[in-house]
């Protein structure tokens, strides 16, 4: 019995530090994008997308509360430790060209039995600790160009690795999140036009001799759209979906976009979409809702952070929801164009969920030892 009272005091003590409104709110979210999931898998006949994004939130949930006994400082006071998990990535990313079947012409997960594996969303995250790494130990020195070229190169391997996949919008995701750290850690105005020089003349080469012709007509359908059953069918179906929602829904399980099978992948590029059909306004501020607290938890864990690196991790991770949020959204409601991004804790993929519970993990661990 002494025993057990050891063992079991810590453990509450310790959930008693988690920011239980910060776990509720992603728990919610994940619930709505299970909702969303057995609505879709309904029109197939099968519910194995179900089965396999349960499984995985169950298993994110029970890691992202593993993650959060161990103490972050670990990775704060390890840069080997981050070097070979950054290094593991690189592999994981190259090793997809080689072992990974071909998917809707894209070489971008490891098969394992019925499940897959998406390397890009591991990246994301050791790419988020890496920087915040750099950037907390030489942040008296932003001053120096040699440290945005340093780090640049950093995020250029993977984004290089990912850009053949072709995977362009989590290329998008890296560069947003090593600009948003340069940013926050103190880059002068002169260095940050540079940069900025720099990306549009990458864009316009990428344009002219890298991008593949569907990259291009997505880019091109959304600017000027001209082909309603072709290039530009699944975002018209998706501004359908929207509207047809109005402000209570049709219903759970009663869109006839989702139901139908008009509205594509309502289960991942457009699940908003797919939410909004059934649940309408109310359902879609409620959405709005949760993501506003889940944001203001992360960011009141980077205010009562001790340490840079603390501070510049949380911050990393919060522009990679953020990004994926807004960039998922607006290629829904058709003022971005389709590049491929989920929808957060909601869009299916078990690889996404659990990348973002682990890093849900590691604020948990900063906000306990804060």
Request: glycine share 8%.
């Amino acid at each position: 019995m002494a025993l057990e009272g050891l063992l079991i005091k810590p453990i509450k003590a310790h959930l008693k530090k988690l920011d239980w409104l910060m776990i509720i709110s992603a728990v919610l979210l994940t619930i709505f994008g299970l909702l969303s999931i057995y609505s879709s898998s309904l029109r197939k006949g099968g519910f194995l997308n179900f089965k396999k994004q349960l499984v995985f939130f169950i298993v994110s949930f029970i890691l992202m509360l593993a993650i959060s006994f161990f103490d972050y400082r670990i990775l704060k006071n390890n840069s080997y430790l981050i070097l070979i998990l950054y290094f593991l990535c690189l592999l994981m990313l190259a090793g997809v060209y080689f072992l990974a079947p071909e998917i809707r012409g894209k070489h971008g997960w490891y098969k394992l039995g019925i499940l897959s594996f998406d390397p890009i969303e591991p990246a994301k995250l050791v790419l988020a600790i890496l920087l915040a790494k750099y950037f907390s130990m030489r942040h008296v020195e932003m001053y120096k160009f040699r440290h945005i070229v340093f780090s640049g190169i950093y995020v250029l391997l993977p984004c290089l690795l990912i850009f053949f996949q072709p995977d362009m919008g989590s290329v998008l995701i890296l560069l947003i999140v090593w600009l948003s750290i340069l940013i926050i850690s103190g880059i002068k105005i002169r260095h940050f036009l540079i940069l900025s020089l720099c990306a549009i003349l990458i864009l316009g080469f990428s344009w002219q001799f890298l991008l593949k012709d569907y990259q291009k007509d997505r880019v091109s359908s959304f600017l000027f759209p001209s082909d309603p059953l072709g290039s530009s069918w699944s975002q018209n179906q998706a501004e359908i979906a929207i509207g047809s929602g109005q402000i209570f829904g049709r219903g759970f399980t009663k869109g006839s976009q989702t139901q139908y099978g008009f509205l594509p992948e309502p289960h991942t590029d457009f699940v908003f979409a797919s939410l909004a059909e059934e649940f309408g306004l109310i359902g879609i501020f409620f959405l709005f809702l949760l993501y506003l607290i889940l944001i203001w938890r992360i960011i009141k864990i980077a205010v009562i952070s001790q340490s840079n690196f603390a501070r510049l991790f949380t911050a990393g991770f919060s522009v990679i929801l953020i990004s994926h949020f807004f960039i998922n959204i607006g290629m829904n409601l058709g003022w971005l164009p389709v590049i491929g991004i989920y929808l957060p804790f909601v869009s299916y993929g078990g690889s996404g969920l659990l990348g973002n519970f682990i890093g849900l993990g590691i604020l948990q661990s900063i906000k306990a030892k804060s």
